[in-house]
């Protein structure tokens, strides 16, 4: 990796990463995907940066964002550099509030991307609490199971798609909303989120469930009230051409991350580990990816993909535990648990029911990462067989 050179300090661009978050083993850093897009040789390069200074398995968040973690601290400026180069971090002051999560499909990536830059666009939406959250999702989409603050719902007719006709999409509130042309729905969402910020009286107030029920009401002034129905999550395996893989325990390894980055269709698309463990090869493709909030990943045209992705080790069909085994990050990595949670959760992997109700394991009653579906929590397993028996228990619970 070349010296940063003084004109382009990724410290410059990227001010946030000067304080990053540290746990009990080290630095960790969070990069932000708007709806989970990016192109797989940078998820490659991503690897290659968390192998080369920190944990080698990047950590996919229940956001839809990629953290690295076991950083030293202070970041070496070599890091913030390179990340800064990665280009994932175009505004360095609104980069905690670019919390978008999105359905796969690629019909939303221009809405996402509107969403995104209306975002930037504007200094006072850098205001945003970190924990608010923006969904972007198609009718009935599985997003909007997710705990977001503000939604919109794509509700273009199929027959409308791809010609000079305009869509309709839906902006959700508080269990109201509007109908509005798709081209407007951006930035009807980023008022309300200016207005959540104007109506608020306590900077500690994150989300807009967490306001008054009057100033609730005035956030959407044309809203009318509004049922919203939502989709389970989708599967491991094919979806048309595309395949969604799923990554055990949210921990994509270098090995993962070179598999998705080589790239089908090119003579020269071949990608290998390094003796460092950086991503090496060269891809004339880039295929486009979407980092889910549940642990997966779609991949664009990998329908046929299947093994050679299973064999660097993500879960490609819906037989498996992993579809309903989760767990916090617990020791030795949080100094909150003497737990060591995936430890036990990988014993306990053999054992789990695919079939049965999804179980979440963690380390203590801060339940990090837990699914937004029904689940069972599992605090401080003493042993895996205490996980699987947990599986069956009565005590389910709902984020
Ligand atoms: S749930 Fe508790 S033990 Fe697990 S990662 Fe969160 S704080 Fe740590």
């Known amino acids: 990796?070349?010296?940063?050179?003084?004109?382009?300090?990724?410290?410059?661009?990227?001010?946030?990463?000067?304080?990053?978050?540290?746990?009990?083993?080290?630095?960790?850093?969070?990069?932000?995907?708007?709806?989970?897009?990016?192109?797989?040789?940078?998820?490659?390069?991503?690897?290659?940066?968390?192998?080369?200074?920190?944990?080698?398995?990047?950590?996919?968040?229940?956001?839809?964002?990629?953290?690295?973690?076991?950083?030293?601290?202070?970041?070496?400026?070599?890091?913030?550099?390179?990340?800064g180069d990665l280009g994932l971090i175009p505004s360095g002051a609104h980069d905690k509030a670019r919390n978008i999560i999105a359905d796969p499909e690629e019909s939303l990536d221009d809405l996402v991307g509107t969403l995104d830059a209306g975002l930037l666009a504007d200094p006072v939406l850098a205001g945003l609490p970190g924990r608010f959250l923006f969904a972007v999702a198609g009718v009935c989409g599985p997003v909007l199971g997710e705990p977001w603050d503000?939604?919109?719902?794509?509700?273009?007719?199929?027959?409308?798609?791809?010609?000079?006709?305009?869509?309709?999409?839906?902006?959700?509130?508080?269990?109201?909303?509007?109908?509005?042309?798709?081209?407007?729905?951006?930035?009807?969402?980023?008022?309300?989120?200016?207005?959540?910020?104007?109506?608020?009286?306590?900077?500690?107030?994150?989300?807009?469930?967490?306001?008054p029920a009057d100033a609730r009401a005035t956030l959407l002034p044309e809203g009318t009230p509004f049922v919203m129905a939502a989709r389970e999550p989708p599967l491991p395996g094919p979806v048309g051409d595309d395949l969604m893989v799923l990554v055990p325990l949210g921990l994509l390894t270098p090995e993962m991350a070179a598999a998705l980055a080589t790239s089908r269709g090119s003579s020269q698309g071949s990608s290998h580990l390094?003796?460092?463990?950086?991503?090496?090869?060269?891809?004339?493709?880039?295929?486009?990816?979407?980092?889910?909030?549940?642990?997966?990943?779609?991949?664009?045209?990998?329908?046929?993909?299947?093994?050679?992705?299973?064999?660097?080790?993500?879960?490609?069909?819906?037989?498996?535990?992993?579809?309903?085994?989760?767990?916090?990050?617990?020791?030795?990595?949080?100094?909150?648990?003497?737990?060591?949670t995936r430890e036990l959760a990988r014993a306990a992997a053999p054992l789990i029911d695919p079939t049965g109700p999804p179980v979440h394991v963690i380390g203590c009653e801060r339940s990090c990462g837990r699914p937004a579906r029904a689940h069972t929590l599992v605090v401080n397993p003493s042993t895996a067989a205490d996980i699987v028996a947990a599986q069956h228990s009565p005590r389910h619970e709902k984020a």
């Open 1 to 83: 990796m070349s010296t940063p050179s003084p004109s382009r300090s990724g410290a410059d661009r990227c001010p946030g990463l000067l304080a990053p978050f540290v746990s009990a083993d080290g630095a960790i850093v969070r990069l932000r995907l708007p709806g989970g897009r990016m192109g797989a040789a940078t998820v490659g390069e991503i690897s290659s940066l968390a192998a080369r200074f920190g944990d080698p398995d990047v950590t996919l968040t229940s956001r839809g964002s990629l953290q690295l973690r076991g950083l030293p601290d202070p970041l070496p400026r070599e890091l913030i550099t390179a990340i």
């Open 274 to 340: 390094d003796d460092r463990g950086d991503v090496r090869g060269s891809t004339h493709l880039d295929p486009r990816v979407v980092v889910t909030p549940w642990r997966s990943i779609l991949v664009s045209g990998g329908a046929d993909r299947a093994d050679e992705l299973a064999a660097a080790g993500f879960v490609t069909s819906p037989d498996s535990p992993w579809t309903v085994l989760t767990a916090c990050a617990g020791a030795p990595s949080c100094a909150r648990t003497d737990t060591p």
């Open 150 to 211: 503000i939604a919109i719902v794509d509700e273009t007719l199929p027959e409308v798609r791809g010609t000079s006709l305009e869509g309709a999409a839906r902006v959700v509130v508080d269990g109201h909303s509007v109908l509005v042309p798709r081209n407007e729905a951006a930035e009807a969402a980023l008022n309300v989120a200016r207005r959540f910020l104007d109506s608020r009286s306590d900077p500690r107030t994150w989300n807009i469930r967490d306001l």
